[in-house]
Each structure stands twice: as structure tokens, then as C-alpha cells.
């Protein structure tokens, strides 16, 4: 038996990264949300390493931010360290990786949440979905209340028939000993969905006070860190350093020695686990050559002793892994706080989602994050403020919001999943953009911004900063491109500066096209009259130098948008096309793509078949407009 | 897809006196006025008008082809776009060379049965002709690609699989110091990717040299057949050919076009061109005969100087060899059954021993030694053994020639040390041009290649 325990617009089940987004902006859209999590104490829980962004990853939480998300803002309260990675290469794979004090992390989004008008916490474990009229209508938890909804948003992240592997040692349980969720995995199989079987894992953590530092490298942060969100413009935190070392021929020998032992190899590990986060007895194996492995010790707050000891993932049982990490330079009488697992879990074939991340199957149901087959806080947080928005614009009537993959990280991320689906859990890289230096840590507000503002997360305040500062930045490009010089007027200053004079008259825009001219430099030539911060000072230097390699994607990005343009109506019965290849036909019946855009990235889809597409769609916009 | 620039052949190749070259999209005027030099530039032609003049190569300005250009703007076209017609003489070469012009501009070869395509989707075509238009699609691309398939076989397969694969291992490398900035690998110098960059332009270099080679085993080396009247040209060509097409008689100057026959010698196959007796004619007919004999001899890949043995040299013969001096030739001594009057002295200081092949065609003896000759010259030593890579089709050089181009540019960016984020677009382009001509687009093996190539992971 069930009771009524309200209606909503959009109910979240789960209150990881993805679900926090989620909530957090259909809340500030205006609607009536509410948020559904096991365990209250888990909100925007850091199960793995304590850290957010790095290369793709850092450029999602700007995106985040940038859409009006909250992951930047939260992560700059309370890091302990700031790092601008990648600073000796071009300005779009600069990125910025936080470590972050995980409790505080945690409890600032909590009362972010808390204070959030439209937004309602609540504990508890959904067991099942409500249908009706083949749509979603709400959700029933194990403690018998039906909250009624428009529309579900699930964010389950690992839970979803979590199991925990260690060793010989395997049961059911979710990230960090919390409960698993089964029922809903149940519920979602007889609803039709597909399901795949994924796995993770983390690492020991370890005390600090056992670890000799000397033996290690320190790894400070930036002393003039810069942020994630555009709206933090300083901050008093203090930070603290990470510390590396290295694994030895001695780890690799017990590892050798204990493979026997390791799930990784006996079979009883069944999920797929991501490449690019082996565990150690992986590394140790595919590349037994490499004599060393990197170990990063990372801080997990101030107010705790625990360090997350970064690379070192393992299911191997846990005297194994006490014993290797002794034998690693610096932990020699290391003591093991937790140890490390690998987790198995259920998740969605995320080709069954529109890109709009609703599912195809059930009307009102979205799903983000790790459920969707991704990995990682900031990939599931990207999912989450989507699925959030675009429930809500459900909610309102209103046509969703995607990305295309040349707005931003999040576009190529969604993009992949529902067109490609993945085997394996899911990361993004920048490799995987095709427009990357467009996709910039530092544009992001030009990108989103104005879509954010456009669906009501960016403050009308926050908006007219940002208004000003493109203005401003146009305007300053303009000036300098305006602005000629004279030989007789720059040749001394380049001269002392390192760089050939000019022979002509020149333009400031001409001059800073140099590779080793800066703006510093044109700016002490010819002073801009407005005032001009650094950020903005940067976009003009970005804007100016790379013009040409910008050039040349944005041509690239034109055809592409104009792809995208092309809609195939959701009617469409791709077996009445003759000519289309067998192939192409079950492709394109399976994901639906919503435009021609979409349907020529999905694999087995060749040029031919997109060309026979688009003149059945001409013929079938003819019929239809003859028919008015 | 729709707003970029495209051209092809539209008549059939090698059939006919014209061949017709067709360009379509927004850029065909801009494009094609790049490379043509006639009374106005093309940029300034009216729509709907013919314009002679010739293609040039644009870098130097030199004269390719004469051709007619027809202009037709946008919306009176087939396409409904921007059209350019190219009238050029009909055959396979002068058409290869205004293709590879302009698919090194910003055009690219035009996808199976796109010109209709386009012209269905600019509503030029009837609804329902609709049907039709997939057909053509659906038949054109299939045997589009088992053409293709073909094409692509074995060795250049391999040679640009071996290319791309260099490219992906320097891709993968760049990735992993963009993505794993603080992962303990090499960082990645520019003198490694220029280093890389120009391997990979080494072999697209070689690629493209034997381009011509290519082109060679698809229409066959084309081997002119010259030589004053009544030595034995026909003969000579019906002996190889085995069969009696050409006029042989014993009057001189019969053989009065150029004759071809296709033979294959041991494996190569040669279209032979039979030409009339060169020397100076009063007669008309003869002498639009003579005329084509030196055109022809002067786009063949080789030449068979073919002497009477049994008379002296002859002042035509010696300006023959003059010309001849510096080509890939052989020189028939023909008759020798007859008593030889022929200096064979005088011959070496033109040709080494190699190329002389004392032969009866009457008797056909020697014809094997001829045989032996022609291969020899053409793999012996003058290709590298067992490295028979053929490039032959006109989209595969304009592809590669792009692939070279991009990597060009990444050679130039690391030169000046811009970031390697950067130089990976190029390097990556140049990737994906290569793999065009193989099939293989896939960009999920970046992925794969960096993952099996280094270790990464938290």
C-alpha cells in the first residue's frame, strides 16, 4: 500500500552531481522539485578522488557555470588547492583542476539546496516508477509513499544493483557501503529498458600521519589561482599541496604474485570497467614494461587525515593492498583508513535517450549521469543541469534544449551517448571534440551564457556583466585593428622587445599576430581608453591570435550547424525509404536521430545513405506543404 | 554538406572529342576563375555565357589546357547553384590534369550522383522524379565503391595504412600531454612533430610519384610507336597486339592516324599508339596524320624507335633521335633477316646497349627480347621491387596532395612554435584525408591508440 506524498513538476531520484544539477535547475526554473535520495548525508558525495576538473572535465564545470549551474560555484568555496593545467599549450586545452575539501564540498551544496526556493530533500529509496498512459506519473518508495510528478528524473549514479568487489570478497552495496538500489533496476527491466552491466573502482585512502612526506615530491597549488565560475572574483581559502611518488619493482611484484587473487582476473568481476581508469594490477600487467607507476597522495579536507592515494585503484583483496601500499616509497609504515573496491553496477544503453536526455520509451522520464553509462563528477553534473532544464522546459511546454558539439563539451558528451551509445564507462577527453579550440575553457560564457539567460538559470545582474564584457572586448579588437602604427613609431620598442621591425605601416591587430607578441606589449603602445580587466584582456589576445586556426573550424562548424538544421520528423518510417542500405535502416530506426546532423554520425550510416535520406526528406516537406 | 563546392567529369571518359567538367556550388565561379587565363577574368563573366581561354596551373601560370568555360549563375542552373561548365579536349590525361587543378582548389570530387541529388533538393527536379533520384544514388555509390574497393587494394592500402599509422602514434602522443598533462610522459617537442610530419610527407611524396605510374596500369603506358614510313611501325604494333587492326601495306605513308592497340606485357599493360611516318607531307590527309603522330609522341610514356637494319641511317632518323634523347625509349633494329647496312656505332651515342633490340618482325624474332626490354625498363631499378603502389585515381591525388598540404602547414605551425593543440588540427586533418582514401574516417582508434600506447589512468 502507497500514500500520496505530493505532486510535483520533477521529481530527482538521487543527489549525486548529476542529481544536484538536475534539481537545482528545474527548481530556479520555477518548478515544483523535488529530490529523492537514499541517504541525506550523501549529497554531492566525492566516492572517488577528491578533485573536479583537468582537461574536458575542468571546461564542463565552466560550462555548468556558464549555463547558470552551481558544480563552479560550489567547488570554489571550498577548494584546497587550484591548479591551471596545461599552460604551456594553446589557450583551449588549458584547464583548471581543483582538489576539494570533499565534506565541505558536500555540506555548501546541501544548504545551497536547502535555501533553494521550489526545491524539496527528502530521504528515502524509490523502488518503482508510476505509468500511466505510457507516461511518467510519479514515483513509489520503499516506504510506501507515491510522489506524484509530470516528469522523473533518475541520477542513480552507481546504485543501480550495486556490488562491491574486493578479492574474493563480493556483496551488494553502493558506492562507500551505502545501501544499492534493486528494486528499481527490476522496475526499469520490466518497463523495457536495456541495461548494461558497468564497473569502477577507487582506490585505498590512507592516513596521513603514516605517510613520510620527505620521500615524496610536494605538488603545490597556483599561487594566483584562477576559478571556476565567472562570478568568483577572489577567494581567502588556503590551500594545500598534494604530494607524489612513485610505485616500485617491489609493488609490482606482489601484484604479479597476487594476480591469482585479483577479480580483474579470476572472472568475477562480469562489468566492463573504463580504460582509461585501470586499476594498478591492470597498469601492472598491460604494461609490464613500465618499471614505475605515478602515486599522487591527495588531501581529502582540511579537517580530516584521510589522503586519497591517486592511482592506485585495486580490487585485490585487502592484505594485498595493504602490502602494496608499503611497498611504495614514502608509505613504508603507511595505515589503511578504507580500502579500495571495485564496484559493479546496472546502466542505461544511453542510445535509448533522445538528445534532449528524455528516454525514448517512457514520455516524462530523463536519466543523467553515471546512469547513462558516463564516468565522473563533472560529465555526470553536465548530464544533470540538462536533464534538469530540459524536464522542466517539459514541464512548461516548451521545445528542449540541446548543445550542438560546437557550443561546448557537454553537446559532444551527449551527443556520443544517445547517437553512439558506449561500451565502456564513459570519459570525456578533449580528443573527442571535433571543434576543441572553440570549446575553450575561457569562452564558455560567450558560448552559454546567453542560452542560460535565455532559459532563466543566469541573473538579469550576472547577464549585463557579461554583455559588457563582450562589448568591451569587441570593442578593444576593433581599436586595434583600427589603430595603425608607423615604423618610425613602434621598430625601437619591438626592437628591445625581440621581435623584427616593421617596414610598412602597420596595424596593433597585424602586430599582435606574432607568436611572441602579447598584449602587454601592444597595450603600452597604444593604451585602451576603457577599462579592461584580465579576463577580458585574455579574450582579446585569444581572439586576435588564433584568428586564423578559429577560422578555419568555424567554416567546419557552419556546415555542420547547418546539418543539424535539417529536421527528420519523429514519424518517419525509415523502412518505407527504398534505396536506404539494411544497415542504415536498422541504425536509423533504433536511434531516431533527430536531425540529418545526428543520423550522419551514427556508424554504419554511410554518405550515400544520408544523401538518399535527405531527397526522401524533400520529397516528404513537398508532400507535406502540398497538402498545407 | 550542401554549401560546399563540387566537381566531376560528366561525360564518359575517353569516349568522344570533348570531355565536359562540371562544377557546382558557391564557390565554382571563384574557384575555377583561379585557374583560368582568358580575355576576362571568369569573376567578371555574365551568367549564361562561353569564355576561351586555357587552365593554368596557378603557381606558375603555365598554359594546361584549352578549354571553353561556360558560366551559369545560380538560380538558372541545373543545380540551381553557381555552375561552371569546362569544355576541355576529350582523353583521359588533359581531363585528369584539370581535375587534380581543381580538386587542389577549395572543391572537392563530387559524391556519387550528387549534381542530381542537388538538384532535387534546390527543387529543380520533379517530385516524382524523387524515386529516380535515389535509384541513381543507391546504383551510383555502390558501384562507386566496389570500384573503389578495387582500387584500394593490397599495397596502398598498406602504404597509407602504415602512413596514418605514424600519424596516429604522433596524434596519440599529443593527446596524451593535452589530456594527462600531469601523467609522467615525454612532453612532446616540436622537433618530434616536424620530424613525424615530414616522414609522413616522404611517403606521400613517393606515393604520388608513382601516381604516374598508377595512371599507367589503369589506361596502360602509352608507348608511341615511331619511325620513317615503311620500317615496320604496324608491323610491329600488330605483332605485339597479335591481331590485324592497323593498315599494313608496303606503300609508305598508309597509317594515316594514330592507331591504338592495348596489349599487356608481362603484367603491364601498354596502349600502344602506332603513329604515321614522321616526315614532311604535301598531303592533306597525311598531314593531319603527322601532326597527331607528334602529339602523340610527345605525351607517350615511351617510345619505340623503330629502324630499317637494312638501309643507312637517315637524316629524319638522326633528328628523331635528337628528340628522342632523354625519354624512355627502346630502338627497334628491324630486318634483320636482311643483310644490315645500319651503323650500329652511331646508335650508342644516343642509347646504351640496353635499349637497342636488333629484331625481325617478319620473321617475329627478337619480339621476346622487346617484351623483356620494356618490363625491365619500367620495374627494373626504376621502381623499388615488390613496392608496386598505384595511385590511379584523380580523387586519391587530390587527397593526397591535401594530406600533404595540411601536413605542410603543421611542419610550418611547429617551426614557429605554436601550440601543439593547434598543430594537431593539421596533423589530424592530414589523418583523416589519408583516410578518405582508404575508407577509414573512424575517429574512435584515436582513442583506441592512445589507450593501448601509454598508460594513463588515476
Known sequence: ??????????????????????????????????????????????????????????????????????????????????????TGKGPAVHALRAQADKFLYQHTMKETMEKTPNLTLRQGMVEELIVEDGHVAGVITKTGTAYYSKTVILTTGTYLRGKVIMGELTYESG?????????????????????VRFKTGTPPRVHKDTIDFSKTEIQPGDEQPKFFSYETKSSSNEQLPCWLTYTSEVTHQIINDNLHRAPMFTGIIEGTGPRYCPSIEDKVVRFSDKSKHQIFLEPEGKNTSEYYVQGLSTSLPEDVQLAILRSIPGMEKVEMMRNGYAIEYDAMVPTQLWPSLETKRLPGLFTAGQINGTSGYEEAAGQGIMAGINAARKVQGKEPVVLDRSQGYIGVLIDDLVTKGTNEPYRLLTSRAEYRLLLRHDNADLRLTPIGYDIGLITEERYTAFTDKKSRVEREVARLQETKVKPQEVNEALAAYGSAPIVD??????????????????????????????????????????????????????????MEQKKIPEDINYNEIHGLAMEARQKLTKIAPISIGQASRISGVTPADISILLVYLEHYNRVTAAKG | MLSDTIAAVSTALGEGGIAIIRVSGPQAVRETAKLFRGRIPLTEAESHTVHYGHIIQPETGERMEEVLVTVMKAPRSFTTEDVVEISAHGGVISVRRVMDLLLQQDIRLAEPGEFTKRAFLNGRIDLSQAEAVIDLIRSKSDRAFSVALKQVSGSLSQRIGALRHTLIETMAHIEVNIDYPEHDVESLTAEFIKEKSREVMEGIDKLLKTAGEGKILREGITTAIVGRPNVGKSSLLNALARDNKAIVTDIPGTTRDVIEEYVTINNIPLKLLDTAGIRETMDIVEKIGVERSKAAFSEADLILLVLNASEELHEDELALMEQIHGRQALVIMNK????????????????????????????????????????????????????LTYVSNVRHIALLKKARKSLQDAYEAADMLIPIDMIQIDVRLAWEQLGEIIGDTAADSLLDQIFSQFCLGK
Do not use: W
Open chain 1, 505 to 562: 605601416g602597420s596595424n596593433l591587430l597585424t602586430l599582435m599576430r606574432r607568436p611572441e607578441v602579447e598584449y602587454s606589449f601592444v597595450e603600452r603602445i597604444s593604451p585602451s581608453a576603457e577599462e579592461l580587466d584580465d579576463e577580458m584582456k585574455e579574450q582579446v589576445e585569444i581572439q586576435i591570435k588564433y584568428a586564423g586556426y578559429i577560422e578555419k573550424q568555424l567554416q567546419h562548424v557552419d556546415k555542420l550547424q547547418k
Open chain 1, 175 to 195: 558506492p562507500n557501503n551505502q545501501q544499492p538500489s534493486v528494486k528499481l533496476s527490476e522496475n526499469l527491466r520490466e518497463l523495457g529498458f536495456e541495461l
Open chain 2, 336 to 387: 634483320m633477316d636482311l643483310p644490315s647496312r645500319l651503323d650500329k656505332g652511331q646508335l650508342l651515342s644516343y642509347f646504351n646497349e640496353e635499349s637497342i633490340v636488333p629484331m625481325s618482325v617478319l620473321e617475329e624474332e627478337g619480339l621476346d627480347k622487346l617484351e623483356e626490354a620494356i618490363s625491365e625498363l619500367f620495374f627494373g631499378g626504376k621502381l623499388e621491387a615488390g613496392d
Open chain 1, 1 to 86: 500500500m502507497s500514500y500520496d506524498g505530493g505532486s510535483y513538476d520533477v521529481v530527482v531520484i538521487g543527489a549525486g552531481h548529476a542529481g544536484c544539477e538536475a534539481a537545482l535547475a528545474a527548481a530556479r526554473m520555477g518548478c515544483r522539485t523535488l529530490m529523492i535520495t537514499i541517504n541525506l548525508d550523501m549529497v554531492a558525495f566525492m566516492p572517488c578522488n577528491p578533485s573536479i576538473g583537468g582537461p574536458a572535465k575542468g571546461h564542463v564545470v565552466r560550462e555548468i557555470d556558464a549555463l547558470g549551474g552551481e558544480m563552479g560555484r560550489n567547488i570554489d568555496k571550498t577548494f584546497i588547492q587550484l591548479r591551471m593545467l596545461n
